[in-house]
T-cell receptor, first 116, second 113 residues
Framework: DADVTQTPRNRITKTGKRIMLECSQTKGHDRMYWYRQDPGLGLRLIYYSFDVKDINKGEISDGYSVSRQAQAKFSLSLESAIPNQTALYFC???????????????FGPGTRLTVL | RKEVEQDPGPFNVPEGATVAFNCTYSNSASQSFFWYRQDCRKEPKLLMSVYSSGNEDGRFTAQLNRASQYISLLIRDSKLSDSVTYLCVVNLRGSSNTGKLIFGQGTTLQVKP
């Protein structure tokens, strides 16, 4: 079984709809992340959480919100989806051995989201 | 200027060839460096960390040049399975000690039989 899972794997929705992407991990890591990937651009950080009570905005948090329901679960919501949020979304986890972002990131399989 | 820049390629090489990629970063406060590999829009996976003294893992060698602010990845004896996108990743030290992770856009390698 995969250590980091994401649901759904693919989603097509319409402008203005609220969408939730879910991420679960069995690695026992405290740190979790949400990224989006667009063609020709590197992965960009949306939100991150270093433990259950810690939520931080990343580089591109506008239009997104997150919830850390438990150590193993971190969900990303698009409150009112718009077409430029069409992208590949990755959840990731990491250990907390090092400071900040120094530990290996373990990614989920991704969610391909299309907003029409 | 992008914080982390890579030549997107694609680099086309025959099986068995040696190929090298460079990645430049703009911020001298960058703290740690990594190469990840990503296969055809699947999830990225760590290939190797890059240490100041350079490091090798089988056919892969990574080098860091802090003075010129670039890292490199050398692949020897290329295999068909090396045909993926290589992501250069830089951890930038921040004032809050958290820092941030910057991903390059990736360099695509195509190894031909």
């Amino acid at each position: 079984d995969a250590d980091v899972t994401q649901t759904p794997r693919n989603r097509i929705t319409k402008t203005g709809k609220r969408i939730m992407l879910e991420c679960s991990q069995t690695k026992g890591h405290d740190r979790m992340y949400w990224y989006r990937q667009d063609p020709g651009l590197g992965l960009r950080l949306i939100y991150y959480s270093f433990d259950v009570k810690d939520i931080n905005k990343g580089e591109i948090s506008d239009g997104y919100s997150v919830s850390r329901q438990a150590q193993a679960k971190f969900s990303l919501s698009l409150e009112s989806a718009i077409p430029n949020q069409t992208a590949l979304y990755f959840c990731a986890t990491s250990d907390s051995l090092g400071q900040g972002f120094t530990d290996t990131q373990y990614f989920g399989p991704g969610t391909r989201l299309t907003v029409l | 200027r992008k914080e982390v820049e890579q030549d997107p390629g694609p680099f086309n090489v025959p099986e068995g060839a040696t190929v090298a990629f460079n990645c430049t970063y703009s911020n001298s406060a960058s703290q740690s460096f990594f190469w990840y590999r990503q296969d055809c829009r699947k999830e990225p996976k760590l290939l190797m960390s890059v240490y100041s003294s350079g490091n090798e893992d089988g056919r892969f060698t990574a080098q860091l040049n802090r003075a010129s602010q670039y890292i490199s990845l050398l692949i020897r004896d290329s295999k068909l399975s090396d045909s993926v996108t290589y992501l250069c990743v830089v951890n930038l030290r921040g004032s809050s000690n958290t820092g941030k992770l910057i991903f390059g856009q990736g360099t695509t390698l195509q190894v031909k039989p």
